[in-house]
């Protein structure tokens, strides 16, 4: 089945495709757009810095799937978990593998 804006398509490379409905699209920091499930949209805000919901196009959400991918937009805003980290002195470092 090809990928369309009503399947997941925020699952990564090694997971089996995911069939549940994409109710949420997330934006990156240059703006491109990915729909989801709420499980997998929370993992990919995780995983991204400066990502963030588009709450008017993700739709049929509960209060524990909202509160979940707040809270991740809230941490890729910040920069936890992701590519980019702070030295404290309020500048940014991209983590580069050696």
């Known amino acids: 089945m090809t ?7 925020l699952n990564t490379a090694e997971e089996p495709a995911c069939q549940s ?25 995780d995983g991204i810095a400066g990502a963030h919901a588009d709450w008017a196009d993700s739709k049929g959400l509960n209060q524990w799937e ?13 920069g936890y978990g992701t590519s980019t980290a702070h030295d404290g002195q309020g500048d940014e470092h991209e983590h580069r593998a050696a």
């Open 3 to 9: 990928q369309t804006r009503f399947t997941c398509s």
């Open 21 to 45: 409905y994409a109710r949420v699209t997330i934006v990156d920091s240059e703006g491109a757009r990915a729909r989801g499930c709420p499980r997998h949209a929370v993992a990919a805000l």
């Open 66 to 78: 909202r509160t979940a991918l707040e809270l991740s937009e809230e941490r890729s805003k910040l």
